[in-house]
């Protein structure tokens, strides 16, 4: 998979994603990540990129051109056009579904506004589709563009030691994950559960699952409205006396 950045900030970008778990997938071949400067497409010798609102108000709007031909520079026509995303506060919110959808793509581009926002020309000539990572507002894309990137990058084929590191993960299955504990056995006073010491692996998966469900009942219960239980897991619940 490739995946461009567009952005006026391309070295803190690559500062981010050219260390741990991605920077050595992109050693490895297993993902491509090309953070290309948008200024460098400003056809102007102050390398400007912004201007005033028509119809006036606060701040500077992103030009439709440079963020055009920056793209352009990329995509010659002749390809597959890539699925490009422009990483907005308007945008639909980003959750793990959307990374495992997008992880599925060949290419991907990612784009970054920063002022007060981005020519809607270019926004309706080259976007396919506008991504929020939340509901507030940051000085610029690059740190949205970022989280998408990781969080699709971590579930490319051969990132990750095994499927099954982000196949337990919170959001992957609808539910949070369950606690995790590591040495010592005992830190201030507090053991870990006795369960994870017993080598019974069935319940310690077991376990696990209802820790699942009882954090995610606990901590997000707006994703536990939308999750079903399996009856496996009511027949779970039931054996230890976990009220559903």
């Known amino acids: ?33 090309v953070c290309t400067d948008i ?4 056809g102007n010798k102050h390398n400007k990129v912004d201007d005033m609102p028509y119809g006036g108000g606060m701040g500077m709007i992103m030009a439709a051109s440079p ?14 056009k890539p699925h490009l995303i422009y990483m907005s506060p308007q945008g639909e919110t980003f959750n793990q579904k959307k990374a495992e959808q997008l992880s599925k793509l060949d290419r991907l581009v990612l784009l970054c506004g920063h002022y007060e926002g981005v020519d809607q020309r270019v926004i309706d000539e080259i976007v396919d589709e506008e991504i929020s990572i939340g509901d507030f507002v940051l000085t610029g894309g690059e ?15 051969g990132v990750l030691s095994d499927d099954i590191c982000f196949e337990e993960e919170s959001h992957f299955s609808g539910l949070l994950e369950y606690p995790q504990y590591t040495r010592p056995a005992v830190w201030h006073e507090k053991a870990v559960p006795e369960v994870l010491l017993s080598g019974n692996h069935k ?11 009882i954090n995610t009942r606990e901590k997000r219960p707006d994703m536990f ?11 779970l619940l039931k054996k230890y006396n976990i009220p559903i």
């Open 67 to 80: 963020i055009y031909d920056c793209y352009k520079s990329l995509y010659g026509g002749g390809e597959p």
């Open 225 to 235: 409205g939308k999750y079903s239980l399996s009856e496996k897991e009511i027949k």
């Open 143 to 157: 740190l949205p563009a970022l989280a998408v990137a990781d969080a699709v990058c971590r579930m490319l084929p």
């Open 1 to 33: 998979m490739r995946i461009d950045i567009l952005t006026l900030f391309p070295e803190m970008c690559e500062a981010v994603l050219n260390e741990s778990i991605i920077g050595r997938a992109q050693k490895a071949g297993k993902v491509e990540i």
């Open 39 to 42: 200024r460098d497409f400003s």
């Open 203 to 213: 319940e310690i998966d077991n376990w696990r699952q209802i820790m699942s469900i």
